[in-house]
T-cell receptor, first 112, second 117 residues
Framework: KQEVTQIPAALSVPEGENLVLNCSFT??????LQWFRQDPGKGLTSLLL?????REQTSGRLNASLDKSSGRSTLYIAASQPGDSATYLC???????????FGTGTRLKVLA | EAQVTQNPRYLITVTGKKLTVTCSQN?????MSWYRQDPGLGLRQIYY???????DKGDVPEGYKVSRKEKRNFPLILESPSPNQTSLYFC????????????????FGPGTRLTVT
């Protein structure tokens, strides 16, 4: 069964720390992987999308990497700020399907 | 402004009373999708549509119907809602480059919080 897992479920860090969020998937045959941010009671905001042929994508202080062989993606956040506090979700589209599988998210709190 | 809109944003209803949640996008996207989000279970896909008149089931389609008569609209229909359909619902859309392709980002609506009593 194709599954997506995010560990840890919650994370608290002091402001300014660099941090890594993890996303694991059970099948290496993926089309793409997308990272989202969700603020409480709000919708999802797209952060980065990595195609299956790519190793990483960068946007500002965010860097997402993809290692299909190990079934992992990481979202690196540099110099974290209180405004980064949110739940971070990854979603995977596996090959052979038009469906998306989401992880359950990592709830991040950056302490001032 | 490019966006996905959903209506209503909040809805409280009773068991068995048919309801429709509308979704509209102004980005000329081919692919549209509905998700539900529940604590501890994350987002799960209900239905998706590759284009007008083309729809398919996601992972949790039971109790839901959809239609895609126009490219911009993708309504979610609950013909006989039950309390286990109480959830936060999201509509999403993306471009689609055709068979075997699909590298484009999904854009999400603001969500509809549904309570069925």
């Amino acid at each position: 069964k194709q599954e997506v897992t995010q560990i840890p479920a919650a994370l608290s860090v002091p402001e300014g720390e660099n941090l890594v969020l993890n996303c694991s998937f059970t099948d290496s045959a993926i089309y793409n992987l997308q990272w989202f941010r969700q603020d409480p009671g709000k919708g999802l905001t797209s952060l980065l999308l990595i195609q299956s042929s790519q190793r990483e994508q960068t946007s500002g202080r965010l860097n997402a990497s993809l290692d299909k062989s190990s079934g992992r993606s990481t979202l690196y956040i540099a110099a974290s700020q209180p405004g980064d506090s949110a739940t971070y979700l990854c979603a995977v589209r596996f090959q052979g399907t038009y469906k998306y599988i989401f992880g359950t998210g990592t709830r991040l709190k950056v302490l001032a | 402004e490019a966006q996905v809109t959903q209506n209503p944003r909040y809805l409280i209803t009773v068991t068995g009373k048919k309801l429709t949640v509308t979704c509209s996008q102004n980005m000329n996207h081919e692919y549209m999708s509905w998700y539900r989000q529940d604590p501890g279970l994350g987002l799960r896909q209900i239905y998706y549509s590759m284009n007008v008149e083309v729809t398919d089931k996601g992972d949790v389609p039971e109790g839901y119907k959809v239609s895609r008569k126009e490219k911009r609209n993708f309504p979610l229909i609950l013909e006989s809602p039950s309390p286990n359909q109480t959830s936060l619902y999201f509509c999403a859309s993306r471009k689609s480059s055709g068979q075997g392709q699909g590298y484009y980002e999904q854009y999400f609506g603001p969500g509809t919080r549904l309570t069925v009593t």
